[in-house]
């Protein structure tokens, strides 16, 4: 039996390693059409920006709401702020700090969906 384990370790330890050279290298995963809403913080933050540096030309919030809602389930606003926060944290330059800022505040103004407006 003890002849047995040094030949059973080394054949697990050469499929563990043909395994890996094959996962990594030969065939890799390819994310391919993924959705914008499983984007790392850091990325949802430059698309925030992105976003608030095309609203600071073009002033069309329904134009923001509709690209923002591509990052989730969320209000528009809770983007804007999470980027802010983020911003903030990685020290991003003052002028898109504004941009951003200028953004939240332009969509915390808009009625939430589901909201009654009076006449």
Same mark, same amino acid.
């Given at each position: 039996?003890?002849?047995?384990?040094?030949?059973?370790?080394?054949?697990?330890?050469?499929?563990? @390693?043909?395994?890996?050279?094959?996962?990594?290298?030969?065939?890799?995963?390819?994310?391919?059409?993924?959705?914008?809403?499983?984007?790392?913080?850091? @990325?949802?933050?430059?698309?925030?920006?992105?976003?608030?540096?095309?609203?600071?030309?073009?002033?069309?919030?329904n134009l923001v709401q509709f690209r923002l809602a591509a990052l989730g389930p969320q209000p528009p606003d809770v983007y804007a702020t999470q980027a802010i926060?983020?911003?903030?944290?990685?020290?991003?330059?003052?002028?898109?700090?504004?941009?951003?800022?200028?953004?939240?505040?332009?969509?915390?103004?808009?009625?939430?969906?589901?909201?009654?407006?009076?006449?």
């Amino acid at each position: 039996m003890s002849t047995h384990l040094p030949r059973l370790l080394l054949g697990v330890l050469f499929g563990a @390693f043909i395994a890996l050279v094959y996962g990594w290298l030969i065939r890799p995963v390819e994310y391919v059409d993924t959705s914008s809403d499983s984007l790392r913080i850091d @990325f949802r933050t430059d698309y925030v920006l992105m976003v608030a540096e095309s609203y600071a030309s073009d002033k069309n919030l329904n134009l923001v709401q509709f690209r923002l809602a591509a990052l989730g389930p969320q209000p528009p606003d809770v983007y804007a702020t999470q980027a802010i926060d983020y911003a903030l944290e990685q020290s991003f330059s003052r002028s898109d700090l504004e941009l951003l800022n200028q953004l939240a505040i332009d969509l915390r103004a808009l009625p939430r969906p589901g909201e009654i407006q009076a006449p």
